[in-house]
């Protein structure tokens, strides 16, 4: 079945230095789109960015993530982390029959 | 942004008793969604609604589970009676498009107990 893995629960990493959030998928769904939501503490899950290009890189706040459907593929990297992006991830998976699956999340923790 | 609202965001219930969680979503917005989230684990898929009706629901959408939305006022997700497995939080969503391009907009979810 249709499916999205992640596989760190839990990473932290030092301010400034880079983070990769990795998320892998199962589908098969061909006209497929790929999200990660954002979950500050306290807040609703929000969009950060969104593909449904292969091979195409996706930006917005700082973060990029590209599409591989070769690998099955859409981590999520930031070249330096900010004590501000610690928040839950999610990487979720829009089959384009309204039906999305998520990721089980990935908490992310930025240390001075 | 487009904002979602659930209300309540916490409540504690007996097992075997009924709830109804609400939730208000965007003002323009035509589809409607509930996840479950247990602690630890991820966002379940639970249910969508589009025009009155139950488009698609999951395998986590027992009997005991019902949708409605009515007169356009809150869209509401009941559970009659409830069981100690439905613990959880409750998020609502909704989305203006249908299919690919639709991107969820989510309430800070509603945190349900049962004793």
């Known amino acids: 079945g249709d499916s999205v893995t992640q596989t760190e629960g839990l990473v932290t990493v030092t301010e400034g230095l880079p983070v990769k959030l990795n998320c892998t998928y199962q589908t098969t769904y061909l006209t497929i789109a790929f999200f990660w939501y954002v979950q500050y503490l306290n807040e609703a899950p929000q969009v950060l960015l969104k593909s449904s290009t292969d091979n195409k890189r996706t930006e917005h706040q700082g973060f990029h993530a590209t599409l591989h459907k070769s690998s099955s593929s859409f981590h999520l990297q930031k070249s330096s982390a900010q004590l501000s992006d610690s928040a839950l991830y999610y990487c979720a998976l829009d089959t384009g029959y309204q039906n999305f699956y998520f990721g089980k999340g990935t908490s992310l923790t930025v240390i001075p | 942004g487009p904002k979602v609202l659930q209300i309540p965001s916490h409540q504690i219930i007996d097992m075997g008793q009924m709830v109804t969680l609400n939730c208000d979503p965007v003002?323009?917005?035509?589809?409607f969604y509930w996840y479950k989230q247990i602690l630890g684990q991820q966002m379940e898929f639970l249910v969508n609604?589009?025009?009155?009706?139950?488009?698609?629901k999951s395998k986590l959408f027992k009997d005991q589970f019902s949708v409605e939305r009515p007169d356009g006022s809150y869209f509401t997700l009941k559970i009659q009676p409830t069981a100690l497995e439905d613990s959880a939080v409750y998020f609502c969503a909704s989305s203006l498009d249908w299919g690919g391009t639709g991107q969820l907009y989510f309430g800070e979810g509603s945190k349900l107990t049962v004793l």
């Open positions: 609604f589009y025009n009155g009706k139950v488009m698609e």
């Open positions: 003002s323009n917005h035509l589809y």
